[in-house]
């Protein structure tokens, strides 16, 4: 029992994890164990039997299978998690490669997988690997928040690397006492312990969590990261970059695999040879990555250090031109397999500093996946053209592959120099004007000799700018540098220096932070106990007793906002730090508090407790506070209730959005919920749920996202909506685009919705003219309500036309550069008559045939205001009856225009119009139903 508490204490220790994560962090190492362990075994397995049986010629034609298929798999997988939840599809992925091994295993035990089947296990095995580390991931991402998840990764990863040390030998080891075949009965053994743990992760750590909290822990989905890699010339140099390294090692991969088939006949033999060197190569990539990749990266620069891998292959392809011994692939396999995954992976994360989080994100799926798949098929078209097509010895592939490496260096040539520009023009752009002209220009030298130039001498927009790209990186090299900032002059400087060194263990400053608690900002004293709780040597319970209890209020808020912090979803340790009772306290102590100021303090550092730690028994608490008095308790609470991810508050958040007052911290509140918060207020405003003002401001919120999604949502905002959400939609896609070119926008929308507008233009004209008509036919009978209500009518009609020419032009706005087309509307309306004339004539010139057929004739009408006969005539208008009319304005999303007509109705008295009443009293509106129940009763009685 001593044992195992000192072999936890160590665990915590060395590898910074917490008391209640060693669990579930130690089951999720396993399951990762079990998988590549299981892949180890497999991959060698099945690649020896595949050679044995069809030679390495094979392989080229397998090459461009794998890549098909994974591309292939990777949409219609995508496909599966939107109808299914991740844990299913999970165990699908497992059952489906368990049977499949048990298959294949038959299948060649009974020497039944012969010729074109053996493709089969060969394309199934690539797969495998690729799609059960990707699950893998996602689901430790939803098990950790972002900070834990930076935490714990790296042992987690330990995992990935001991089952790749181990599964390699132990097939090695096997198949002195095993045929291979008899190996893929081994794998199912092991992947069958992956289900267990992963529903058990699932049920304990996952499945209580909502929508709003997994869209929080999950990588955002965009539909074009080709565009953000097009749009970036520094991205797609690591792309390109990271395609060839891919292509060459494929090229390796296929002369080891010639080699060793041609020297191993045997496919016990080939598998055991295979196994090992699988499991040597992780090792030797593991010591390279654990003593040599920050000295190396760090002697020779980031520029020089990817120079490394493409030379070593280089020196190996040209040596085995020389002498083709098998002893000389293996030396450049093991230089692919152990610089890859170490000083060049190194050095292409930091080469990635200048681009911003998000985008990094956003793109990584596709470099790993879609790049390496489109390498891969590549490679399988080279060999195919040049071993099966030319009949030329594996050995001179040593040409091509020398070839591409120069090709590879010119890249990172090129990848370095622009590395440089834009690193450059970070520090410019993060500077404002005074500073550009005041301050003395940074030189580029070093990644991270230029990194620390900036944190120790730039600007503080510098500075941040510099610690917001560094934060994801975690280099140890930073430490000093960032230490000296932690008493710089600005808050926000301290605070982002505070987080940064949360990640880095180059020396524990739990000293330096207990000193910075005293600090005079809240948000540094918070960010320093967010550090204690991590790095303090001592009891954290006493410690946070002691600055909880404090007379200073700042000390005592900032110690219960970063507990709460530290605390979120983790109901147990809450419990054990007692905080539902700190937060009772903290509430029965506001009353004792003498001056306004720390009364609202307290009130503010509750609320934000209570929604950083979902406190959800204080969520009654947190409501009342919604409707406090005071603007800024208000908006804490209101900004809080955001924070805690409960759909409860999603109701009062929105009610909060028309206040100017409250505006802001409802919008960032709701903002917070994450993606799936668009979805949530595209119903509520589509099924007029909510509000008109209440309905514009979320717009505002869906716009804040600048995502695909958001401009998707947007456009089904503009049809079938009432006007002003329609031209809030629109302005708030034109917005987007313009501001985003990276999102699409299909053409035909645009012109659909203008030819939309054009024909309800045309039909509002006419039935104008009709009531026109009706007024003239009816001026005898003298009844002034009816010709008032009629008027009215027709005002407000006029009206509609003004607005639905103005959404005309504001669609065309998202096709044409708004500069273009808001002075021609301006013309086209207030203009004098020339003007106007002029502005049409810009107008035929830019348009398209489509457009110009339609939208050309509804300016021109507003050349002569009156609606004549000729204009009618000259439009080709109908002219309706008054019951069509009525039937016609009663369809549309317009609640004013339904109740002016429904008051000219009941002013007629005419029985004529009952049938129009009953159904108009079934309108999703309430105030138009109740309104036509109302008049209809009236007819009835």
């Known amino acids: 029992m001593l044992a195992i508490e000192t072999i936890k204490s160590y665990l915590l220790k060395v590898f910074d994890l917490k008391e209640h994560e060693l669990n579930k962090t130690l089951l999720l190492q396993l399951n990762i164990f079990l998988l590549i362990t299981c892949l180890l075994i497999v991959k060698p397995t099945i690649n020896s039997l595949f050679l044995s049986e069809l030679s390495a010629d094979a392989l080229p034609l397998g090459y461009v299978l794998t890549a098909i298929m994974a591309l292939l798999g990777s949409y219609f997988y995508n496909k599966a998690l939107e109808i299914y939840s991740l844990n299913k599809v999970i165990e699908m992925t497992l059952f489906c490669s368990i049977l499949s091994l048990l298959i294949f295993g038959f299948l060649f035990q009974f020497h039944l997988a012969k010729g074109f089947i053996l493709y089969i296990p060969y394309v199934w095995v690539a ?87 997994v869209s929080k822990r999950k990588d955002p989905k965009e539909t074009s990261p080709f565009k953000l890699i097009k749009k970036s010339k520094l991205l797609s140099l690591i792309a390109i970059v990271v395609g060839l390294s891919v292509l060459v090692a494929k090229l390796v991969d296929y002369q080891y695999s010639d080699y060793a088939s041609l020297f191993f006949e045997d496919p016990d033999e080939l598998a055991a040879f295979f196994g090992f060197w699988f499991s040597t190569l992780s090792v030797i990539s593991l010591l390279i990555q654990l003593f040599l990749t920050k000295r190396v990266v760090g002697t020779f620069g980031v520029g020089k250090s990817l120079l490394w891998l493409p030379s070593g292959i280089l020196f190996g392809s040209i040596l085995l031109l020389f002498i083709p011994e098998l002893w000389v692939i293996v030396f450049i396999k093991l230089i692919d397999g152990s610089l890859k995954q170490s000083v060049n992976k190194a050095a292409t994360e930091l080469l990635s500093i200048p681009i911003p989080i998000e985008i990094k994100k956003k793109t990584k799926t596709f470099t790993d996946v879609v790049i390496d798949s489109v390498a891969t098929g590549l490679a399988g078209f080279i060999l195919i053209f040049f071993i099966n097509g ?43 004007k005074k500073e550009r002209t005041t301050k003395k220009e940074i030189p580029i030298t070093s990644i991270v000799e230029t990194v620390n130039r900036v944190l120790e001498n730039g600007t503080e927009s510098q500075v941040l700018h510099m610690l917001q790209r560094a934060l994801p990186v975690k280099d140890e090299r930073f430490f000093k540098s960032i230490k000296k900032l932690l008493l710089h002059v600005s808050p926000k400087v301290r605070v982002l220096a505070i987080e940064n060194l949360y990640f880095l263990k180059t020396e524990n400053l739990s000293h330096e932070m207990e000193l910075l608690i005293q600090d005079s900002n809240q948000e540094v004293t918070t960010a320093a106990f967010r550090y204690l709780t991590k790095f303090y040597s001592g009891n954290t319970l006493d410690l946070f007793d002691k600055y909880l209890n404090s007379d200073d209020i700042t000390i005592s808020n900032a110690a219960l906002i970063s507990l709460s912090i530290e605390l979120r979803n983790k109901p147990k340790l809450q419990e054990a730090y007692q905080l539902s009772s700190r937060v009772q306290h903290a509430i029965d102590t506001v009353l004792q508090l003498i001056t306004f100021s720390e009364k609202e303090n307290k009130i503010i550092a509750i609320t934000e407790t209570i929604g950083n730690a979902r406190l959800e028994t204080f969520y009654t608490y947190l409501l009342q506070q919604t409707e406090a008095s005071e603007i800024t308790i208000k908006n804490s609470a209101l900004l809080n209730a955001g924070k805690s991810l409960a759909p409860e508050f999603i109701d009062v958040l929105i009610k909060h959005l028309p206040s100017r007052d409250t505006r802001q911290a409802a919008m960032e509140g709701l903002f917070n919920y994450g993606d799936p918060i668009i979805s949530r207020l595209y119903s509520e405003i589509k099924n007029e749920k909510i509000d008109l003002d209440e309905a514009s401001q979320a717009l505002l919120v869906i716009e804040k996202f600048s995502s695909q999604k958001a401009i998707n949502v947007l456009i089904g905002l503009t049809d079938g909506t009432e006007h002003h959400i329609k031209m809030e939609a629109i302005e708030a896609i034109k917005r987007l685009k313009w501001a985003n070119p990276n999102l699409e926008i299909n053409d035909r929308f645009i012109v659909n919705r203008v030819l939309d507008e054009c024909h309800l233009y045309q039909n509002t004209l006419s039935v104008i003219h009709s009531q026109i008509v009706l007024q003239h036919k009816r001026a005898s009978l003298g009844n002034d309500k009816i010709t008032e209500a009629r008027n009215a009518l027709m005002l407000l009609l006029e009206q509609r036309l003004d607005r639905q020419l103005q959404r005309i032009f504001s669609l065309l706005g998202i096709k044409y550069p708004p500069d273009d087309i808001d002075p021609i509307l301006n013309n086209i309306i207030h203009g004098e008559e020339e003007q106007r004339i002029h502005a049409i004539e810009f107008l035929d010139n830019i348009l398209n045939a489509q457009l110009k057929r339609e939208l050309i004739p509804v300016a021109e009408s507003f050349l002569t205001q009156d609606i004549s006969e000729e204009k009618i005539k000259k439009l080709n208008l109908k002219v309706y009856s008054e019951i069509e009319c009525y039937q016609l304005l009663f369809q549309r999303k317009d609640v004013k225009l339904k109740l002016a007509v429904l008051y000219l109705i009941e002013q007629t008295e005419d029985s004529k119009f009952i049938p129009l009443l009953e159904i108009i009293s079934k309108d999703t509106n309430e105030k138009v139903s109740n309104r036509a129940s109302e008049i209809l009763k009236n007819h009835q009685s």
Not at 127 to 132: A, K, R, V
Not at 171 to 196: K, R
Not at 400 to 422: D, K, P, T
């Open 127 to 213: 797969i495998f690997g690729l799609l059960t580390a990707s699950q893998f991931w996602i689901l430790a991402n939803l098990v950790y928040n972002v900070r834990e998840a930076k935490r714990v990764f790296g042992f987690i990863g330990a995992g990935a690397i001991a089952g790749g040390i181990f599964g390699g030998y132990l097939t090695s080891l096997l198949t002195n006492i095993l045929a291979a075949e008899s190996l893929l009965f081994v794998a199912p053994v092991l992947l069958a312990f992956c289900l267990p743990i992963t529903r058990y992760i699932w049920k304990n750590e996952v499945e209580d969590l909502n929508e709003f909290q």
């Open 390 to 432: 030319l009949d030329i010895s594996s050995t001179y592939i040593s040409l091509i592959i020398s070839v591409l490496i120069v090709v590879w260096l010119v890249f990172i040539y090129h990848l370095r120099q622009e590395y440089l520009f834009v690193f450059k023009k970070l520090l410019e752009v993060s500077a404002d």
